[in-house]
């Protein structure tokens, strides 16, 4: 089977156990970093990632985060954009396989559904796919956001990133878990 | 003698200056030189640590933004290399701690703020924090504080500095040394010059030059003192030379004074030789029977004499005065007894004239004072002379009375007459030699003319001063005044009676004669002498008497001099014969007479006294000087040459007469040998 495909099917199975596990990953939530919520802390690493994150030049500005559904960590975002300018902008999906226009793609693990996601769009389109399903690096994602006892920890999937045109900076591959390498396969 | 005292030479003090400006420039150099560099690298310490902290912040934006802290404490570790940064901390935006670093070495704990707890206290205070932003993007995100000790590097400068302190030291001693040694070359051409000029000034020797070397003023100095001392010695040359020729003057100027002093002796002695013929003659023929004619032609002869002797007494005064050899004694005497002297003279021509005569004295005057009675009298006799000249009729007189002020009191003597008077004309000149006020009067009253010069002479050497005032016609009046000298209060002083005094007591003749001097004016006096003694009965001496007298009429003189008094000398006629007599016969009196060929009086006489002393020849013979020497001195002198007596020539016989009587016992006399 192709690369491709078999990130395609990752994709689709995550989708598929996202609903099982959201209300999991709902309850685990509540203790994250003392003070923040687990969704605030998410979206301001969401943010972060822009600026850690090298996109192909052919992607242009505006930057645009967009979201597949509404989700605690949508309204986070959207309250600390309206916090300060950034030059990002979030934006809803109305068609969860349009995605092409984005640069940074969020797909949240409890408001999942099972919209299946075009990877080679992503690929294709140099957009940045991170969610905080578990597993979800490890089964074709480029960026994992892990629930850790004190803290969000980071699992980067180098190959598929490198795959999509972007260049993750080394202080963010440092303190990340890095998933394969990015010599072939 | 050099006035200024080095107590810095030049050399010092160039030396000093130079030394001091280059250890001032040398030690603000490595001041500034050590302490920038120093700070410097202190500077560049800090620069490098902020520029890690910079770098270690950027590093740590996504551990900062991805909280994640182990990664920030791992890449804080790296700061490990750096062994003076001691701690190292990450803030986040808000101020929390977030990731830390502490070398193992540093001690203590080191806070934001800085304060340091339990370190040692000497370093603490060296930690410098440098606190750091850490920037994402354009925001900041946290910040990053970086200890860093800086004490090795202050270390440094406090060592840097203690180097070139040291070397500096070093320095300034090696720039004296330096400069002490190389100024020699401009100091070194002052010190010649000054110890030139030392040493010329020192041994006034003006034949030394300065040598230069180098064309700088110092030259130029040497130049212009070498030319200063070039001109002095010309004038010492020249000066030299000056005195020389004054020295040669001198010599030659003295040499006349010599001269007419000699001349003045001779002539002196010339001139009264044939005089004391003349006047001895004639006062012993006027001894003789005389008929009324003989005796008139004796008498002009007399007065023609006496005038001659006066006039020539001017003359050798005037001569005297002129080579200065005029001297005027400080005697005691009596102004009473001079007046009374000068009036008795005077009474009796003036009688004969029809002129009234008087003399007044004040009586707040002392009696006793001190003078030279016999230029006292010689100036009253010539002013009353000229007064008694002049009138024809009237009144003459002398009044004596005090002037001046209590701290100089002064005796004035005014002659006033009522004779003819001086002519405007003629006033001024009248103390002037030679100058008689008109050749008339020269022809009717006589006179040399040189009177009142003489008078202002005597007056001046007496201290005192002269003056007159006259009216023509009406009369004139001569003042002098002279300076009182009251005695000294003497209970042992001799009273000095003067020759022609009035009659003393004659038990105190014989004391007192020592004292008595013989002037030329006295012999003028000779007739007018209200004379003491002997006129009352003649006297008479016995007495084996020698005369050495070279002259004959001299010889002739006093053999019959001696006669009148009933002696009879041995006359010899020189001193050689007179030791010889001397030797073989007993005498009891001398008359030496000074001037003598073969053997003069002065040496015959020292002859006589060493035999008298030795060898008991005629041991209580007595010797009686005779001269025509009339000098001030010459009594004194013979005196102490061993004579007795004096007396001048012409021999008054009244003078004879006292001496005599002083030394022998007359006959018809009951005095005691002396």
Same mark, same amino acid.
């Given at each position: 089977?192709?690369?491709?495909?078999?990130?395609?099917?990752?994709?689709?199975?995550?989708?598929?156990?996202?609903?099982?596990?959201?209300?999991?990953?709902?309850?685990?939530?509540?203790?994250?970093?003392?003070?923040?919520?687990?969704?605030?802390?998410?979206?301001?690493?969401?943010?972060?990632?822009?600026?850690?994150?090298?996109?192909?030049?052919?992607?242009?500005?505006?930057?645009?985060?967009?979201?597949?559904?509404?989700?605690?960590?949508?309204?986070?975002?959207?309250?600390?954009?309206?916090?300060?300018?950034?030059?990002?902008?979030?934006?809803?999906?109305?068609?969860?396989?349009?995605?092409?226009?984005?640069?940074?793609?969020?797909?949240?693990?409890?408001?999942?559904?099972?919209?299946?996601?075009?990877?080679?769009?992503?690929?294709?389109?140099?957009?940045?796919?991170?969610?905080?399903?578990?597993?979800?690096?490890?089964?074709?994602?480029?960026?994992?956001?892990?629930?850790?006892?004190?803290?969000?920890?980071?699992?980067?999937?180098?190959?598929?990133?490198?795959?999509?045109?972007?260049?993750?900076?080394?202080?963010?591959?440092?303190?990340?878990?890095?998933?394969?390498?990015?010599?072939?396969? | 003698?050099?006035?200024?005292?080095?107590?810095?030479?030049?050399?010092?003090?160039?030396?000093?200056?130079?030394?001091?400006?280059?250890?001032?420039?040398?030690?603000?150099?490595?001041?500034?030189?050590?302490?920038?560099?120093?700070?410097?690298?202190?500077?560049?310490?800090?620069?490098?640590?902020?520029?890690?902290?910079?770098?270690?912040?950027?590093?740590?934006?996504?551990?900062?933004?991805?909280?994640?802290?182990?990664?920030?404490?791992?890449?804080?570790?790296?700061?490990?290399?750096?062994?003076?940064?001691?701690?190292?901390?990450?803030?986040?935006?808000?101020?929390?701690?977030?990731?830390?670093?502490?070398?193992?070495?540093?001690?203590?704990?080191?806070?934001?703020?800085?304060?340091?707890?339990?370190?040692?206290?000497?370093?603490?205070?060296?930690?410098?924090?440098?606190?750091?932003?850490?920037?994402?993007?354009?925001?900041?995100?946290?910040?990053?504080?970086?200890?860093?000790?800086?004490?090795?590097?202050?270390?440094?400068?406090?060592?840097?500095?203690?180097?070139?302190?040291?070397?500096?030291?070093?320095?300034?001693?090696?720039?004296?040394?330096?400069?002490?040694?190389?100024?020699?070359?401009?100091?070194?051409?002052?010190?010649?010059?000054?110890?030139?000029?030392?040493?010329?000034?020192?041994?006034?020797?003006?034949?030394?030059?300065?040598?230069?070397?180098?064309?700088?003023?110092?030259?130029?100095?040497?130049?212009?003192?070498?030319?200063?001392?070039?001109?002095?010695?010309?004038?010492?040359?020249?000066?030299?030379?000056?005195?020389?020729?004054?020295?040669?003057?001198?010599?030659?100027?003295?040499?006349?004074?010599?001269?007419?002093?000699?001349?003045?002796?001779?002539?002196?002695?010339?001139?009264?030789?044939?005089?004391?013929?003349?006047?001895?003659?004639?006062?012993?023929?006027?001894?003789?029977?005389?008929?009324?004619?003989?005796?008139?032609?004796?008498?002009?002869?007399?007065?023609?004499?006496?005038?001659?002797?006066?006039?020539?007494?001017?003359?050798?005064?005037?001569?005297?005065?002129?080579?200065?050899?005029?001297?005027?004694?400080?005697?005691?005497?009596?102004?009473?007894?001079?007046?009374?002297?000068?009036?008795?003279?005077?009474?009796?021509?003036?009688?004969?004239?029809?002129?009234?005569?008087?003399?007044?004295?004040?009586?707040?005057?002392?009696?006793?004072?001190?003078?030279?009675?016999?230029?006292?009298?010689?100036?009253?006799?010539?002013?009353?002379?000229?007064?008694?000249?002049?009138?024809?009729?009237?009144?003459?007189?002398?009044?004596?009375?005090?002037?001046?002020?209590?701290?100089?009191?002064?005796?004035?003597?005014?002659?006033?007459?009522?004779?003819?008077?001086?002519?405007?004309?003629?006033?001024?000149?009248?103390?002037?030699?030679?100058?008689?006020?008109?050749?008339?009067?020269?022809?009717?009253?006589? =006179?040399?003319?040189? =009177?009142?010069?003489?008078?202002?002479?005597?007056? $001046?050497?007496?201290?005192?001063?002269?003056?007159?005032?006259?009216?023509?016609?009406?009369?004139?009046?001569?003042?002098?005044?002279?300076?009182?000298?009251?005695?000294?209060?003497?209970?042992?002083?001799?009273?000095?009676?003067?020759? $022609?005094?009035?009659?003393?007591?004659?038990?105190?003749?014989?004391?007192?004669?020592?004292?008595?001097?013989?002037?030329?004016?006295?012999?003028?006096?000779?007739?007018?002498?209200?004379?003491?003694? =002997?006129?009352?009965?003649?006297?008479?001496?016995?007495?084996?008497?020698?005369?050495?007298?070279?002259?004959?009429?001299?010889?002739?003189?006093?053999?019959?001099?001696?006669?009148?008094?009933?002696?009879?000398? $041995?006359?010899?006629?020189?001193?050689?014969?007179?030791?010889?007599?001397?030797?073989?016969?007993?005498?009891?009196?001398?008359?030496?007479?000074?001037?003598?060929?073969?053997?003069?009086?002065?040496?015959?006489?020292?002859?006589?006294?060493?035999?008298?002393?030795?060898?008991?020849?005629?041991?209580?013979?007595?010797?009686?000087?005779?001269?025509?020497?009339?000098?001030?001195?010459?009594?004194?002198?013979?005196?102490?040459?061993?004579?007795?007596?004096? *007396?001048?020539?012409?021999?008054?016989?009244?003078? *004879?007469?006292?001496?005599?009587?002083?030394?022998?016992?007359?006959?018809?006399?009951?005095?005691?040998?002396?």
């Amino acid at each position: 089977m192709s690369f491709v495909r078999r990130i395609t099917l990752a994709l689709l199975c995550m989708c598929a156990s996202i609903a099982v596990t959201a209300p999991v990953s709902e309850a685990v939530r509540a203790d994250s970093t003392p003070g923040f919520a687990a969704h605030e802390i998410k979206a301001a690493f969401l943010l972060h990632l822009f600026q850690f994150v090298t996109w192909p030049e052919t992607k242009v500005a505006p930057v645009e985060l967009c979201f597949v559904g509404e989700s605690d960590v949508s309204r986070s975002v959207a309250a600390l954009l309206a916090k300060r300018r950034s030059g990002i902008n979030a934006r809803q999906l109305s068609d969860p396989s349009d995605f092409s226009g984005c640069s940074l793609l969020y797909i949240d693990n409890a408001s999942a559904t099972d919209n299946t996601l075009a990877l080679d769009t992503a690929l294709a389109s140099s957009v940045l796919v991170v969610s905080d399903q578990p597993g979800f690096a490890e089964q074709g994602g480029m960026v994992e956001l892990e629930r850790q006892p004190a803290r969000i920890g980071l699992i980067v999937n180098l190959p598929v990133l490198e795959a999509a045109g972007l260049k993750p900076s080394s202080k963010l591959l440092r303190l990340a878990k890095v998933l394969g390498s990015s010599a072939g396969f | 003698m050099i006035p200024v005292k080095v107590s810095r030479t030049i050399r010092q003090q160039v030396s000093q200056i130079t030394a001091g400006v280059t250890a001032l420039v040398l030690g603000v150099t490595l001041f500034v030189v050590v302490y920038i560099s120093q700070q410097n690298a202190l500077n560049q310490a800090l620069g490098q640590a902020e520029i890690i902290a910079r770098v270690i912040g950027s590093n740590v934006t996504a551990s900062i933004a991805f909280r994640d802290p182990a990664t920030a404490g791992e890449l804080l570790d790296a700061l490990a290399v750096s062994p003076e940064i001691l701690r190292a901390q990450v803030f986040l935006d808000d101020g929390t701690p977030f990731a830390d670093y502490q070398a193992e070495l540093s001690q203590g704990q080191f806070s934001k703020q800085g304060a340091s707890t339990g370190a040692s206290i000497d370093r603490s205070s060296y930690v410098k924090e440098i606190v750091t932003p850490i920037i994402l993007g354009d925001t900041e995100i946290g910040t990053i504080v970086v200890w860093l000790d800086s004490w090795p590097y202050q270390y440094q400068i406090y060592m840097g500095l203690v180097f070139a302190f040291v070397v500096w030291l070093i320095g300034a001693v090696i720039a004296y040394v330096l400069a002490q040694r190389l100024n020699e070359r401009v100091t070194r051409p002052i010190n010649d010059l000054s110890n030139l000029m030392v040493r010329v000034s020192s041994n006034e020797d003006y034949s030394s030059r300065f040598e230069h070397h180098e064309n700088n003023e110092i030259a130029l100095l040497g130049a212009s003192f070498n030319q200063m001392l070039g001109q002095i010695e010309d004038r010492e040359q020249r000066l030299q030379e000056a005195i020389r020729e004054l020295k040669k003057a001198r010599d030659d100027a003295q040499e006349a004074a010599r001269s007419k002093s000699s001349f003045l002796a001779n002539m002196s002695h010339e001139i009264r030789t044939p005089m004391n013929g003349v006047v001895g003659m004639i006062s012993l023929l006027q001894r003789t029977e005389l008929n009324d004619q003989q005796r008139l032609y004796f008498d002009t002869i007399d007065k023609s004499a006496s005038s001659l002797l006066m006039i020539i007494d001017d003359i050798l005064d005037f001569t005297k005065i002129e080579a200065g050899r005029l001297e005027v004694k400080s005697e005691l005497l009596s102004l009473q007894d001079n007046l009374n002297s000068i009036a008795a003279f005077f009474d009796e021509p003036a009688r004969n004239k029809g002129v009234e005569f008087g003399v007044t004295n004040d009586p707040n005057i002392p009696d006793k004072i001190l003078g030279d009675s016999g230029r006292l009298r010689q100036v009253l006799l010539n002013l009353l002379g000229n007064a008694m000249k002049f009138t024809e009729h009237g009144s003459v007189r002398l009044k004596v009375m005090s002037a001046g002020n209590p701290i100089a009191r002064r005796i004035r003597f005014e002659v006033s007459d009522t004779g003819i008077g001086i002519a405007p004309k003629d006033q001024q000149r009248i103390f002037s030699e030679f100058f008689q006020a008109d050749a008339t009067s020269t022809r009717q009253f006589g =006179g040399t003319g040189l =009177g009142l010069a003489i008078c202002r002479q005597l007056v $001046t050497l007496m201290g005192g001063s002269i003056g007159f005032h006259s009216a023509l016609g009406v009369g004139s009046t001569f003042w002098f005044e002279l300076p009182m000298q009251a005695e000294i209060i003497n209970p042992f002083e001799k009273a000095v009676p003067d020759a $022609t005094s009035a009659p003393t007591n004659p038990f105190l003749k014989g004391e007192a004669s020592a004292e008595v001097h013989v002037s030329s004016a006295d012999t003028n006096q000779k007739q007018a002498a209200p004379m003491a003694g =002997g006129h009352q009965e003649p006297l008479r001496f016995e007495a084996q008497v020698l005369v050495a007298e070279d002259s004959e009429v001299n010889q002739f003189i006093i053999r019959e001099l001696l006669a009148t008094v009933g002696l009879k000398p $041995t006359i010899v006629n020189n001193g050689q014969e007179a030791v010889e007599s001397f030797q073989s016969n007993r005498y009891d009196l001398v008359f030496m007479d000074i001037q003598m060929p073969i053997m003069d009086g002065v040496v015959a006489t020292r002859i006589l006294r060493e035999l008298q002393a030795q060898q008991g020849v005629n041991p209580r013979c007595l010797v009686v000087g005779l001269s025509a020497h009339a000098m001030s001195g010459d009594r004194e002198r013979y005196l102490q040459e061993g004579m007795d007596e004096y *007396l001048t020539k012409p021999i008054a016989i009244a003078e *004879l007469e006292r001496v005599l009587r002083g030394l022998l016992r007359p006959v018809n006399d009951m005095i005691l040998w002396r």
